[in-house]
């Protein structure tokens, strides 16, 4: 299956420890995508990346970190400095826009909890 | 940067009722998306639609690109149209990522 898959579905983290989300795309999407989604709230940017190796900061970056070692995957880590981690996490993929064309595909999220 | 309303808020139908959702943003766009959020969480794609207007059996959209809003028509409801509606929009000159709106929340009640 073409697709998007994102692991663990549910994460539980003591206080002070750092947590890696995982996110994998077998889409051959250039790029990649972290959000993060509070409760009655719409999605906000976290990280993203165009191409390997690369990434740049969205609009909530801080107590977050990235890698973007292959095209297939971008892992999200979650750091202890990171101040309300509880959420749900989605990541999503697109083409490099050419010609404008750049939808963006979303997996099916983590939910982490801070306990 | 670019702000993203949708109304309303909170929508409840009769099974079988339309329903129109609205996105207002305040810049030039290069992408506009239209979500459907499951009770589980999946986003899940209903129309790419920077400009013009589309069509998806009971769903359709249409975009204004030059009055700076979108239009999502749901007719004949069912009960699993419920969920959160969302719009997001790229802005033009920024690079592709989505800023999205706070979403309609819609109930189709039996």
Known sequence: DGGITQSPKYLFRKEGQNVTLSCEQNLNHDAM???????GQGLR???YSQIVNDFQKGDIAEGYS????????FPLTVTSAQKNPTAFYLCASSMVPRGGLNEQFFGPGTRLTVL | GIQVEQSPPDLILQEGANST?????SDSVNNLQWFHQNPWGQLINL???PSGTKQN??????????ERYSLLYISS??????GVYFCAV???GGSEKLVFGKGTKLTVNP
């Open chain 2, 90 to 92: 790229a802005p033009q």
């Open chain 1, 66 to 73: 990235v890698s973007r070692e292959k095209k297939e995957s």
């Open chain 2, 57 to 66: 059996g009971r769903l359709s959209a249409t975009t204004v690109a030059t």
């Open chain 1, 45 to 47: 940017l976290i990280y």
């Open chain 1, 33 to 39: 995508y972290w959000y993060r989604q509070d409760p």
């Open chain 2, 77 to 82: 409801s069912q009960t699993t149209d419920s």
């Open chain 2, 21 to 25: 959702l609205r996105c207002n943003f």
């Open chain 2, 47 to 49: 129309f790419y639609i």
